[in-house]
T-cell receptor, first 112, second 114 residues
Framework: GQQVMQIPQYQHVQEGEDFTTYCNSSTTLSNIQWYKQRPGGHPVFLIQLVKSGEVKKQKRLTFQFGEAKKNSSLHITATQTTDVGTYFCAGYNAGNNRKLIWGLGTSLAVNP | SAVISQKPSRDICQRGTSLTIQCQVDSQVTMMFWYRQQPGQSLTLIATANQGSEATYESGFVIDKFPISRPNLTFSTLTVSNMSPEDSSIYLC???????????FGPGTRLTVT
């Protein structure tokens, strides 16, 4: 079945360092979404990417969708302690928008 | 965005009993989903709750174990039946409100089965 792989699984950074998580699908996606889950919290929608090669920015966060629509990345510039949490990518398989396929997540720890 | 509440927020249950989790949304939504999330793990879709008809279950989940109701566009329940310790998990409802691809999650129900 379709899989969405996410790396790394864990990342520890010093506050102020940059952070990147990568998401790779075995099949072409119609769109990809990113969610953030704080410790003890629930997933919160961050952004959706639809177009091939699309790049979107939210303050210190930069999201990219690959040209082949099979991979995506989230980059955080100058991390802060408020960035702590698990970042999930999730995508819909092209031609089947019924079920969202979730990545395993990347847990980010930020040392002050 | 929609405001989603879940009841109970947590519970400790005995093996063999059943627990019904409620999900209430403050506005009408097009789609509602039920997920399970083990601590430190990703989300697993249990089923799509369909208004006025039977839920659509994902592979590995059956109606007898996880009966779901959705009587209207703002409310759904998930029952975890005949519970075993393996059912200990966080159960989350999510909704699609306006944008068809953005999912909004409830705060979750933390279930422990002893």
């Amino acid at each position: 079945g379709q899989q969405v792989m996410q790396i790394p699984q864990y990342q520890h950074v010093q506050e102020g360092e940059d952070f990147t998580t990568y998401c790779n699908s075995s099949t072409t996606l119609s769109n990809i979404q990113w969610y953030k889950q704080r410790p003890g919290g629930h997933p919160v929608f961050l952004i959706q990417l639809v177009k091939s090669g699309e790049v979107k920015k939210q303050k210190r966060l930069t999201f990219q969708f690959g040209e082949a629509k099979k991979n995506s990345s989230l980059h955080i510039t100058a991390t802060q302690t408020t960035d702590v949490g698990t970042y999930f990518c999730a995508g819909y398989n092209a031609g089947n928008n019924r079920k969202l396929i979730w990545g395993l997540g990347t847990s980010l720890a930020v040392n002050p | 965005s929609a405001v989603i509440s879940q009841k109970p927020s947590r519970d400790i249950c005995q093996r063999g009993t059943s627990l019904t989790i409620q999900c209430q949304v403050d506005s009408q939504v097009t789609m509602m989903f039920w997920y399970r999330q083990q601590p430190g793990q990703s989300l697993t879709l249990i089923a799509t709750a369909n208004q006025g008809s039977e839920a659509t279950y994902e592979s590995g989940f059956v109606i007898d174990k996880f009966p779901i109701s959705r009587p209207n566009l703002t409310f759904s329940t998930l029952t975890v039946s005949n519970m075993s310790p393996e059912d200990s998990s966080i159960y989350l409802c999510s909704v699609v409100w306006a944008n068809p691809y953005e999912q909004y999650f409830g705060p979750g129900t933390r279930l422990t089965v002893t």
